[in-house]
């Protein structure tokens, strides 16, 4: 099958275009056709090695987790799926970007989204809804999110307002409409950010979500009066020095669900910064390794 694939840890510039093994669905998963697959920061700090001592990976590899496509393969055990059906989803840490690919969980592609939108909700709503889960019952709840227009932080923004939290929302002044569309409060970060998000409300957060390793994680501590309230998913090494939980993505089928069923209400559409040509990969790893982008980037087969 066609794959993107790097062979030695590097620069962006070691991905190239691979004629590599087709994976195979095993008992509980799927195998999709992949439209679109997602670039995540996860994938460039692989590629380089900047976290080899934590996660190694095993050479040659398929940068990727997360992807859309249509269903030609289903494992055994699996209820309710049907080739040729509309799918997205996460498998493993690797292996996306490419011709097939394996999930083991996924949901049903919402009519409203398109395949390459899709690609870009997986790992955004499984990220976004672990955060959520472990800041508890949100309703009638004020929550703040640093870093809201990225792709996690729109995903968490439009989750939090579905489960009937206020939400105010962290971004520069050029995405503030695009907060204001998802239901948020919108407030520039940085300096002064404490007095802002006391003037939206006067009586204080209940929790924060950091979606952006802004370095501010201190600040929104003592915003929120305490860690015992905050949850990040950007910053594990802030996280451990304030006492703040940490939270990666699990496959969770029943969090994409509730994504995907909030995508058929139109409450959430994934926002696509860019998209790219699969043999331009080496350009959207170099546009996610500078950062500071509105929603997600994605790679189409």
Do not use: C
Request: hydrophobic residues 45%.
């Amino acid at each position: 099958m066609r794959a993107a694939r790097y062979h030695d840890y590097g620069t962006p510039d070691v991905l190239v275009i691979d004629d590599a093994p087709e994976p195979h669905a095993a008992p509980g998963e799927i195998r999709i056709q992949v439209t679109a697959a997602s670039v995540n920061p996860i994938d460039w700090k692989l590629r380089s090695g900047a976290i080899s001592a934590v996660f190694p990976v095993e050479l040659p590899a398929i940068p990727g987790r997360d992807a859309a496509g249509i269903v030609d393969e289903v494992g055994d055990g699996v209820t309710g799926v049907t080739v040729g059906d509309r799918m997205f989803g996460l498998g493993g840490v690797l292996g996306a970007s490419a011709e097939y690919a394996v999930l083991s969980a996924w949901a049903p592609v919402p009519q409203q989204w398109t395949l390459e939108q899709a690609a870009g909700a997986g790992l955004a709503v499984a990220t976004a809804g672990r955060a959520l889960n472990a800041l508890g019952d949100l309703a009638g709840r004020t929550l703040l999110i640093e870093g809201a227009a990225g792709g996690v932080g729109s995903a968490a923004v439009a989750m939090a307002v579905a489960r009937g939290a206020t939400v105010i929302g962290t971004a520069s002044a050029g995405k503030h409409d695009f907060l204001r569309s998802l239901g948020a409060l919108p407030t520039t970060y940085g300096e002064g950010l404490a007095d802002r998000v006391r003037g939206l409300a006067p009586s204080g957060v209940d929790a924060v979500l950091d979606a952006a390793a802004s370095g501010s994680l201190a600040d929104l501590v003592a915003i929120a009066g305490g860690p015992d309230t905050v949850v990040t998913v950007a910053d594990a090494a802030g996280a451990l020095a304030l006492g703040v939980r940490h939270l990666y993505a699990e496959n969770d089928s029943t969090v994409l669900a509730e994504g995907a069923a909030l995508g058929e209400k139109g409450g959430y559409t994934p926002h696509l910064a860019a998209t790219y040509p699969i043999d331009k990969i080496a350009e959207a790893h170099r546009d996610a390794e500078r950062g500071h982008t509105q929603g997600k980037l994605v790679v189409v087969l």
